[in-house]
């Protein structure tokens, strides 16, 4: 039960682009800061944000490097209360210079918008390492995730690597592209790229919306994820296929 737990709890922090991050305030001393911010996910469960030197959660975090991000499953209608929602508490700190500019280049290609930001007001890429998980996922499923729960292999590809699969998929399997994100998320859209891959998905980018695609097992090697995405391609073909001939 806490292994789905845990599973569930990643995947909902994998679907989701914003979160509400609480640092604690310099200004304020000793209360809790919140704001809303955009975030991605490393391989291992890590969060990454990219902050602008100015912003008051650089200022915090610069002076005490504890925070925490909730991410939460929003009702369209009904009691929110009975909807999951994850709050991953942890250490922040700037990313280090030989990281940096090759996870930049990741984050900007989740979040394209991101790229003007290079020329104002000093942004700076944070990691928050976790430390623990608090996952509710609706009345009566509710638990502590420890970080040894939370945390996930690293895989054996890297950030250069990841990089050469997304342009390969984009350069050469554009229409697998609009066909994995039609079979899973019911969208039609001419133009889709992948930006991201994470051992355990990918994203997909369409209509300036970024789409979590979730992979059946992790995929530790490269060739995992090459299977992984076959997979995914002759399922979205073999539904078409069948649409068409239905229609």
Known sequence: MREQAAFEARTLVRQSNVCV??????????????????????NEGRLIFYIAGIAQHSRNLSEDGKMCATVFDAAEQGDQNAHARVTVVGDAAPVPADEHDALLTRYERQYPEAISYRQAHDFQLWRM???????????????????????????????????????????????ANRLILKLIHGIDCDEVVMTTLVSDGCY???NEKNYYIQFDNPCLESIDVRKALVKLTKAARAQESTTEIDS
């Open 129 to 175: 390492d976790v430390k623990r998980v608090r996952y509710i996922g609706g009345f009566g499923h509710i638990f502590w995730i420890e970080k040894d729960e939370w945390y996930q292999a690293a895989p054996q590809w890297d950030l250069e690597d990841e990089a050469h699969m997304v342009n390969h998929m984009n350069e050469d399997h554009s229409d």
């Open 204 to 206: 997909l980018r369409a």
């Open 21 to 42: 991050i609480s640092t604690i305030s310099k200004n304020l001393a000793g209360y809790p800061f919140g704001s809303v911010s955009p975030f991605m996910s490393d």
